[in-house]
């Protein structure tokens, strides 16, 4: 594992454990010294979340970081995208056709469960019932007004649950094998 996933992975649980959006310094570096062994921890864990994360200066003074600012920008790669998610299910709908939340999230859990990233594992800090995965394609799924999501998928509320497929548009970006 490496450190960024190792600090993504600990600033999760302390925000889980101590109940917390933001983590100081010193819980964070303690619990990234029991996971990470390396003469140079404290420079290494220092360096790298001064660089990849921005930082919070709390009533005392002291940095707090979030995670979710840790996973923008350059550390993105920590997760798995909803763009991921979104072409993954792209490709299932073509397969199964129309499906509704509960069967895409099952397939797309068998389907990518090898390609997971530590801190997708992790609880959701607002849904605490899901992992930060599967909260990731519930996204996908209900974020019907965003506009990616609704050029591609096509969402039938008259149905009970409501059942998704594919527009024209996305059949023809999964069939070019294009970004969405």
């Known amino acids: 594992m490496k450190l960024k996933e190792v600090i993504v992975e600990s600033i999760h649980e302390l925000q889980h454990e101590l109940g917390v959006r933001y983590v100081d310094y010193s819980a964070l570096y303690m619990r990234v010294q029991e996971k990470w062994t390396s003469a140079s ?45 979104r072409k993954e299910l792209a490709k299932i709908l073509i397969e199964e056709g129309p499906l509704n939340t509960t069967q895409i999230k099952e397939i797309l859990k068998i389907k990518l469960n090898d390609n997971l990233f530590p801190a997708d594992l992790l609880i959701s800090f607002t849904r605490q019932n899901e992992t930060m995965f599967m909260q990731r394609v519930g996204n996908v799924v209900s974020h019907r007004g965003n506009p990616l999501n609704y050029r591609y998928f096509i969402y039938d509320s008259s149905v009970f649950p409501t059942l998704i497929s594919l527009t024209q548009k996305g059949k023809e970006l999964v069939s070019e094998t294009s970004s969405f």
């Open 41 to 85: 921890v404290s420079a290494q864990v220092r360096q790298t979340i001064q660089y990849h994360c921005k930082t919070f200066p709390n009533y005392r003074g002291e940095e707090m970081f979030e995670v979710m600012k840790f996973n923008s920008g350059r550390v993105s790669n920590c997760v798995t995208s909803e763009t991921t998610i």
